[in-house]
């Protein structure tokens, strides 16, 4: 027969090991996701909501450029981050050596050229000053831009990282302004055309759909995604993260919220 001390002292030793398995089971601490700020971040407002209902607690962390998600990421300082796409990933792996893998696609913001000097890529002047991202994925899709509209030409070898050194005939002899991409909306005043990321165009009031001149094809490699460090892309969060992001509801709000400025890439 068990006494009194006995069954107190298994009581006891049930009620700490249970205790202690608790973390084990629940996320102990919200999972902090980086994005930049406008679209990146109103969408993942809507994939909080829905990861909240599968039990995962997120915490949005927006940043105003592109180069300080991934050195977070790399730093342990977040978990994964939601504002790329693979072309500039890949950049930034084979630049910093970042151990980072994309684990599942997001949305896609066709990049646009905007100008208040001129309504057409065709009447910008002889020598023109074009604003353009100075990452070399954003700056080589511009380029591909303007190859496509018939205002230059590129070494066919260029690829998607065309840079104006690339550049092999351009008849109106427009000059290429490198800037970050953050500050090309403020550059509109100076430049006669400046090429902007949708997500900066929407921050600074700009209407991707009325307000450029010219547009990159919907239809491009840029799709955006989520970026987790190599080491964490099979646990479990990572799926749960993904199908939130990837969710009808998530969808319908892109496709109401932006009416059509950006798109849905899943």
């Known amino acids: 027969m068990i006494n009194k001390r006995q069954l107190l002292q298994s009581t006891l030793a049930l009620s700490l090991a249970a205790a202690f398995s608790l973390p084990a089971l629940a996320q102990d601490k919200p999972l902090k996701i980086g994005v930049t700020a406008g679209p990146h971040a109103q969408i993942f407002e809507q994939v909080k909501k829905i990861a909240e209902k599968d039990g995962l607690k997120i915490q949005i962390v927006e940043f105003s450029d592109y180069v300080q998600p991934n050195a977070a990421l790399a730093a342990g300082d977040l978990d994964a981050n939601s504002y790329q796409h693979k072309p500039y990933l890949d950049n930034q792996i084979k630049d910093r050596g970042y151990k980072f893998t994309a684990v599942g696609y997001t949305v896609n913001f066709p990049i646009g050229i905007y100008s208040k000097k001129v309504k057409s890529l065709k009447d910008l002047p002889e020598g023109g000053k074009v604003g353009i991202p100075n990452d070399p994925t954003n700056g080589g ?15 066919p070898e260029a690829g998607l990282k065309a840079t104006p050194l690339d550049v092999v005939s351009n008849p109106k002899k427009l000059k ?12 509109l005043d100076d430049l006669d055309a400046s090429a902007i990321n949708t997500n900066y ?44 992001y990837q969710s009808a509801e998530v969808k319908a709000f892109i496709q109401t919220e932006f009416k059509g400025s950006v798109l849905a890439g899943f």
Request: net charge positive; no cysteine; proline share 6%.
């Open 176 to 187: 290429f302004v490198e800037l970050d991409a953050a500050q090309l909306p403020r550059s």
């Open 141 to 155: 899709r511009v380029l591909l831009v303007l190859q496509d509209q018939g205002l230059i030409k590129l070494k």
């Open 201 to 244: 165009a929407l921050s600074a009031g700009l209407n991707p759909g009325k307000d450029a001149i010219a547009q990159e094809n919907a239809k491009s490699p840029y799709v955006n995604l989520i970026a987790v460090r190599e080491a964490d892309k099979d646990k479990p969060w990572v799926a749960k993260l993904v199908k939130a």
